[in-house]
């Protein structure tokens, strides 16, 4: 089933000499040319809903770097607006969305049965993409996890601490699990219809795990990637999946075999040589290059990268950063990172 494709065999459990190698965000502001479309498109959600233009940025890292691997171009919060929540943004600020935090509001989304309504344009980009994706590049779908949609939804925009969806999860629990179930059930019609329309791979976007602790990271971290990859392979056996649960720490030893998914990524803080301890051995892990170093670039970045493939050299390895690359980044330096993990 792997075949010839790099990142397929990483994820099936091969141990290569070269790891396969693509970048998060690798399309978006850092690329002159990702700029000029997004011109052309007006704003970043026309963007994400004319599939000839989300195909043409999906593919502009791929012509530039000949990476590994080309992720969809969409955002984890298509969903929510499917749902029917309002979603705009900000220029400088980021996400606004209309606010979850009575039953009431719940009460209004729409069924899940209708999300396809608005999420069609995001599988025709899918099928565009598997057509012109060059032979040897594998095409990844994603989605956002439960908790992390959910921290968006009950609080209207990105915080920094989560605060509006803890205090949600405290004062009326039925209500907060009743709308994390309604994403999972969302989320796992969402990345069929994206593995129909032809992705090979999916990622679940957990940016906000990390702050989920003990119990709680089991019951809406752990939990929900398990339904979703388990709902997920009875309908695709054999599809891989990637799990990324940020900044979980602790949290991920034993995340691969909690939720069933194939590979674990990994953020920055943790160190790679502890990870491979403790996390590759239950598999193929990815990263872990903390996004920075894009910015900054020299032998900083080339030593950092060698770092990382060594300590992954041992088992199954996707190279990539530990987070989104950012708009600052220097496309010089995603080449040198690239070269390093080449060995060129
Ligand atoms: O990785 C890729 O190249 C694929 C596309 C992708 C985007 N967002 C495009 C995007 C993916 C996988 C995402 C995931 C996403 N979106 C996450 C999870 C990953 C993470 O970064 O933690 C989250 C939390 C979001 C929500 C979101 N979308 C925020 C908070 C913002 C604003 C912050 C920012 O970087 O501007 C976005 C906007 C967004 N999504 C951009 C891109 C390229 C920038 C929009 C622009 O062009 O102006």
């Known amino acids: 089933?792997?075949?010839?494709?790099?990142?397929?065999?990483?994820?099936?459990?091969?141990?290569?000499?070269?790891?396969?190698?693509?970048?998060?965000?690798?399309?978006?502001?850092?690329?002159?040319?990702?700029?000029?479309?997004?011109?052309?498109?007006?704003?970043?959600?026309?963007?994400?809903?004319?599939?000839?233009?989300?195909?043409?940025?999906?593919?502009?890292?791929?012509?530039?770097?000949?990476?590994?691997?080309?992720?969809?171009?969409?955002?984890?919060?298509?969903?929510?607006?499917?749902?029917?929540?309002?979603?705009?943004?900000?220029?400088?600020?980021?996400?606004?969305?209309?606010?979850?935090?009575?039953?009431?509001?719940?009460?209004?989304?729409?069924?899940?049965?209708?999300?396809?309504?608005?999420?069609?344009?995001?599988?025709?980009?899918?099928?565009?993409?598997?057509?012109?994706?060059?032979?040897?590049?594998?095409?990844?779908?994603?989605?956002?996890?439960?908790?992390?949609?959910?921290?968006?939804?009950?609080?209207?925009?990105?915080?920094?601490?989560?605060?509006?969806?803890?205090?949600?999860?405290?004062?009326?629990?039925?209500?907060?699990?009743?709308?994390?179930?309604?994403i999972t059930a969302a989320t796992i019609e969402y990345l069929s219809a994206q593995i129909e329309a032809g992705a090979e791979v999916v990622k679940i976007f957990d940016s906000w795990a990390g702050s989920l602790k003990g119990d709680a990271f089991v019951k809406y971290a752990v939990e929900p990637c398990r339904e979703i990859t388990q709902g997920l392979k009875q309908r695709h056996p054999g599809i891989p999946v990637i799990g990324f649960p940020r900044e979980a720490g602790d949290g991920y030893v034993g995340f691969a075999k909690a939720t069933g998914v194939d590979c674990v990524a990994l953020d920055n803080s943790v160190s790679p040589e502890w990870a491979a301890e403790h996390v590759q051995v239950d598999g193929c892990v990815q990263g872990n290059l903390a996004s920075s170093h894009m910015v900054t670039g020299g032998q900083a970045l080339v030593d950092e990268t060698r770092r990382i493939v060594r300590a992954f050299s041992k088992g199954p390895h996707i190279f990539n950063l530990g987070h989104g690359i950012t708009p600052e980044a220097d496309p010089e330096n995603v080449q040198l990172m690239i070269d390093t993990v080449r060995g060129r």
């Open 1 to 182: 089933m792997a075949g010839t494709k790099k990142l397929l065999r990483a994820l099936a459990g091969e141990v290569q000499e070269v790891p396969p190698i693509w970048m998060m965000r690798q399309a978006g502001r850092y690329l002159p040319e990702y700029r000029a479309t997004r011109e052309q498109a007006g704003d970043f959600l026309s963007l994400c809903y004319t599939p000839d233009l989300a195909a043409e940025v999906t593919l502009q890292p791929i012509r530039r770097y000949g990476f590994d691997a080309a992720i969809l171009f969409a955002d984890i919060l298509l969903v929510p607006q499917a749902l029917g929540a309002d979603l705009w943004f900000v220029t400088g600020e980021g996400p606004r969305l209309s606010t979850i935090t009575r039953q009431a509001e719940f009460e209004a989304l729409k069924p899940v049965s209708d999300i396809h309504d608005t999420l069609s344009p995001v599988y025709e980009t899918v099928r565009i993409l598997s057509r012109e994706l060059p032979a040897e590049t594998t095409l990844i779908g994603f989605a956002g996890a439960p908790w992390t949609v959910a921290t968006y939804m009950i609080a209207g925009r990105g915080t920094p601490d989560q605060g509006p969806a803890h205090a949600l999860r405290q004062e009326n629990v039925a209500l907060f699990e009743a709308l994390l179930g309604r």
